[in-house]
């Protein structure tokens, strides 16, 4: 009886063992892998590269990048007018010459800003939403920027605002949102048209797209 139970508490001493943990790394790098992967379109799986890669680079790379980081967390700030990021406020396109100050353009992220500016199309003012109204999400009226941009459509010079939001159904929704909050300025409330995109093909398009596109044509 003895020998068995013995044999019982060496059961149990190996049930309450703890379990063996395999790291490949150490925390530092787990932790940079983890932080890489919270970027969008990496995974863990291409965190994981990207770390790898950054630490075989680490004079070519990872040095200058964690140099560039610090410096762009320690000086880049949120225009106070127009929402967009630099290290200047007001920020460079709105302190940039020759933009017409007439013609707002209001589009719901940053990124959204610098792919208008990359086309050179606009030369007027921006102002940046900071998202859309999402009753799923919980995102509020009182969450975006909309305030602001009522003030700034209130300004005696300005004629246009340009909705430059998204195709999405959130999107929409805001920019209804907006319409009926300009509706009591004297300002013309417009929109980016919506259709076929330049060397599109109608076999490969949807039918919102093709809906939208009629009724849009000119």
Not at 37 to 47: E, N, T, V, Y
Not at 175 to 186: E, G, K, M, S, V
């Amino acid at each position: 009886m003895r020998p068995a139970r013995q044999a019982g508490r060496r059961s149990d001493a190996s049930s309450q063992a703890p379990p063996m943990i395999n790291r490949s790394a150490g925390p530092e790098i787990l932790r940079l892998i983890d932080l890489l992967s919270k970027l969008p379109g990496l995974g863990p799986r291409s965190a994981r590269r990207a770390a790898l890669h950054l630490l075989k680079k680490r004079d070519q790379l990872l040095n200058p990048l964690a140099a560039a980081l610090a410096d762009a967390s320690a000086k880049v700030e949120i225009c106070r007018q127009c929402g967009n990021f630099d290290t200047v406020n007001p920020c460079s396109v709105c302190i940039a010459p020759g933009r017409d100050s007439s013609v707002i353009c209001a589009v719901e992220e940053v990124g959204d800003l610098w792919a208008m500016e990359r086309s050179g199309v606009f030369r007027g003012r921006y102002h940046v939403v900071g998202g859309t109204l999402s009753a799923l999400d919980g995102v509020r009226p009182d969450d975006l920027n909309i305030a602001g941009l009522v003030e700034r459509a209130g300004a005696t010079d300005v004629r246009e605002v340009i909705l430059a939001l998204n195709a999405t159904v959130d999107g929409q929704t805001t920019a209804h949102y907006i319409t009926d909050r300009l509706a009591h300025l004297p300002v013309k409330v417009t929109r980016l048209a919506h259709g076929v995109p330049v060397g599109g093909e109608l076999d490969h398009l949807d039918d919102g797209t093709i809906a939208a596109a009629m009724a849009s044509r000119r």
